[in-house]
């Protein structure tokens, strides 16, 4: 993963100031508010001033979106306020601001497609022909797709599958593109990008929801303990094949899945390759809720569009206080299983796994 994009400089900060003045429609208050807590970040840092007293009425409303931005730095305050102002300036002058997704920064290959719509921004994975296996340039695009989602406009970001399956993991064809400096130098990019995927979902600050759409393996199973809620078809399961590819649990659900299901049924799954069915996996907690395969769709996007009305300040405060304690706890761990990762995938027990996967003698 290439080092942190360039944020906005003060000059285009004061530059935006001057947009807003000059825009040609009025953004409505909800917009002008997340302006004004934007503007007062930027400026002057984390809220520091005393809550006004509940009949002050507009000072408060002021002062909570202020504060709701808790602790994000002034650099990114100034970032994500340039782009609103951005943003603003285009839908003003386009005659469809509500297009899905057109001021984002589309992924690279379409085996990834991003829209926005309803309040709602959609991560879905999309390479039904491979079972959604996820490719190394993937790990990137979804990367890109959070960190835009955790400053658009949206209240609720979903992850989901085309076709029959959610995900079937990591592409065990990302480990047969040995770069110039070998097995040690693939294990050890690897593990950066593991490491900065994982990272991304950690760090993700707003509601973050699973819409598992059919089976699921490896690290799409594994992550699910980082999301908010894990909406699963009475059709999908969740395998974690670890020692049958000879590697080790990531994406945190060593510390996870024993905190969700107990240490056991953790065991089970991630020692044992135990494959759980959705009404299991629920029964453990992993899942929030399983729907009939006939009506999944239908069901849970109407309830998705609906929670996506809710305040999204709220949901975002809300989250960071169920969240914010364990935070680097999930980084620690996080290190840990990517560092134990890269030597596994330097040894014989996988790098056997996998040739054993790709010339068609072994399958799940
Ligand atoms: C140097 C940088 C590298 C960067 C890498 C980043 C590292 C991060 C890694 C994090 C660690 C992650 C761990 C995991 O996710 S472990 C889990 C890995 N997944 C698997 O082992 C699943 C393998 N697939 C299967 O067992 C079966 O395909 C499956 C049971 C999923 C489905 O079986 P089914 O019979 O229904 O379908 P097919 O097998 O015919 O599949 C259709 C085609 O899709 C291809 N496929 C499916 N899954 C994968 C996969 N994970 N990797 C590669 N290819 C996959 C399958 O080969 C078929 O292709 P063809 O039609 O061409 O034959």
């Known amino acids: 993963v290439g080092g942190p994009a360039m944020l906005a400089?003060?000059?285009?900060?004061?530059?935006?100031?001057?947009?807003?003045?000059?825009?040609?429609?009025?953004?409505?208050n909800e917009v002008k508010l997340k302006l004004y807590a934007l503007y007062k970040q930027a400026?002057?840092?984390?809220?520091?001033?005393?809550?006004?007293?509940?009949?002050?009425?507009?000072?408060?409303?002021?002062?909570?979106?202020?504060?709701?931005?808790g602790s994000l730095s002034k650099e990114a305050a100034r970032q994500n306020y340039v782009d609103l102002v951005s943003r603003l300036s285009a839908s003003s002058e386009s005659p469809s601001p509500e297009a899905p997704a057109a001021d984002r920064k589309q992924p690279e290959?379409?085996?990834?497609?991003?829209?926005?719509?309803?309040?709602?921004?959609?991560?879905?994975?999309?390479?039904?022909a491979k079972k959604n296996a996820l490719t190394t340039q993937m790990y990137h695009d979804i990367i890109a797709a959070l960190?835009?989602?955790?400053?658009?406009?949206?209240?609720?970001?979903?992850?989901?599958?085309?076709?029959?399956y959610y995900c079937s993991?990591?592409?065990?064809?990302?480990?047969?593109?040995?770069?110039a400096g070998g097995l040690e130098e693939m294990a050890r990019s690897a593990a950066a990008l593991l490491r900065d995927f994982v990272n991304c979902f950690i760090d993700f600050p707003k509601p973050l929801v699973a819409v598992v759409n059919g089976p699921a393996v490896g690290i799409s199973v594994t992550i699910l303990g980082l999301f908010d809620v894990v909406y699963a078809t009475d059709r999908a399961s969740f395998h974690t094949p670890f020692s049958h590819l000879g590697q080790s649990p990531e994406g945190c659900s060593s510390y996870t899945f024993p905190k969700i299901m107990g240490s056991s049924k953790a065991a089970e799954m991630l020692l044992f390759g135990k494959k759980l069915t959705a009404q299991e996996a629920c029964a453990q907690g992993l899942v929030t809720e399983v729907f009939p395969d006939g009506t999944f769709q239908?069901?849970?996007?109407?309830?998705?569009?609906?929670?996506?009305?809710?305040p999204p300040n709220a949901m975002r405060?809300?989250?960071?206080?169920?969240?914010?304690?364990?935070?680097?706890?999930?980084?620690?761990?996080?290190?840990?299983?990517?560092?134990?990762?890269?030597?596994?995938?330097?040894?014989?027990?996988?790098?056997?796994?996998?040739?054993s996967f790709l010339s068609r003698k072994a399958k799940l």
């Open 9 to 28: 400089s003060q000059k285009d900060f004061n530059n935006a100031v001057s947009q807003v003045k000059l825009l040609k429609e009025d953004p409505g």
């Open 43 to 69: 400026t002057e840092g984390p809220c520091n001033v005393p809550k006004p007293g509940m009949l002050d009425f507009i000072n408060k409303t002021k002062w909570d979106a202020w504060n709701a931005l």
């Open 109 to 128: 290959s379409d085996s990834l497609v991003v829209t926005s719509e309803d309040g709602i921004t959609t991560i879905r994975l999309n390479r039904p």
């Open 147 to 164: 960190q835009a989602a955790s400053k658009d406009e949206s209240a609720i970001t979903v992850l989901t599958g085309s076709g029959d």
């Open 169 to 179: 993991g990591n592409d065990l064809t990302n480990f047969t593109h040995l770069p």
């Open 298 to 310: 239908k069901e849970v996007w109407a309830r998705l569009k609906a929670y996506s009305k809710l």
């Open 317 to 355: 405060i809300s989250k960071q206080i169920i969240r914010n304690r364990e935070k680097e706890k999930l980084h620690a761990v996080n290190a840990e299983e990517s560092s134990v990762l890269r030597e596994r995938w330097q040894s014989d027990e996988c790098m056997n796994a996998i040739a």
